[in-house]
């Protein structure tokens, strides 16, 4: 789990002499890089999806326990939100590295012609949910019958998915479209809202009545928070890639043996988020985190044929302007390959 000084140094070592070599030549190559620092480091942005949150836990630790020094690398994160184009920020060269809420925005952007290409999972399964009342349930797909969902307009096609694996006719199930706001479930305008189960603040107004239907469950099974970078990195710049994800890695198996102080490093760097919340939530973050399968393969594992399931029903839906993408153009299991005795072998 520990990464040996003498590999710290080497890591370093390659990096400084890439940067001092190639920099020129691959501008575009090296445009997410800031200059050498103190003891020759060099910045790396990371270009979140949406707002900083329990998301990035594992690369706060990564950046405050000194995994990414170790890498010869230095880290800054730059938070996204509602007018912010993380995919393109990354696909420009303004961002080495990129994590975006869900794997069908990386599929829907290579189909676009964006060159990015997926490199790791964060959360093994999609932490997206229905969310219902005991007075009127919906355990199962069957139950949205007759139903009013209240979903944000970005997640209705993970409806309309959903109910098309179910055999279920979208015009059995009445739509609104909503915010981050659970009230219409409370006052009665919704039967069932939607959200992340790991936005515990916002859940809190729905009570103990609460019933919960993933949408891994109802078998759509995305992928949340997958890392991408570009082609060029890829072909131009593995060892980067590597040791980003490394880093990366070695902070969500920090996170793993250290909860607690975990979130004390990411409210001390973001204190806009609440102790107490993000305590509350941080377990469940990490059972979306590591499972069995990171248990077998390591942290940040996905498989080919998951990325396959997800484009078949994309494109089942139309939802791809062009052509579907091919899956080897949407993800690559090389990195993760590379990283495999760094990365941590634990299960949630």
Known sequence: MTSDHQSGVTRRSVLSSLGATAGLACAGTFASFGPARAQDLRTVNLQLGWLASNGILGEVAAAEQGFFAEEGLELDITAGGPNVDGVASVASGRAALGSISSSPSLMLARSAGLPVKCIAAGYQQHPFTYFSLEKNPVREPKDLIGKTVATN?????LLQALLAKNEIPEDEVEVLVMGSDMSPLMTGQADVVTGWKTNTSALEVIGDQRV??????????LYANPYYVTDQSLSDEPELVNAMLRAVARGWGWVHDNPEAAVDLLVGRYPNLDREAELNTVDMVLDYSFNDATAERGWGTMTKENWQAQLDTYDSLGQFEN???AVDDVMTLAPLEATADTRPNYGG
């Open 323 to 325: 052509a579907a993408p």
């Open 153 to 157: 307009g970005t997640a209705r096609i």
């Open 212 to 221: 919960d239907m993933s949408l891994w469950d109802a078998g759509i099974q």
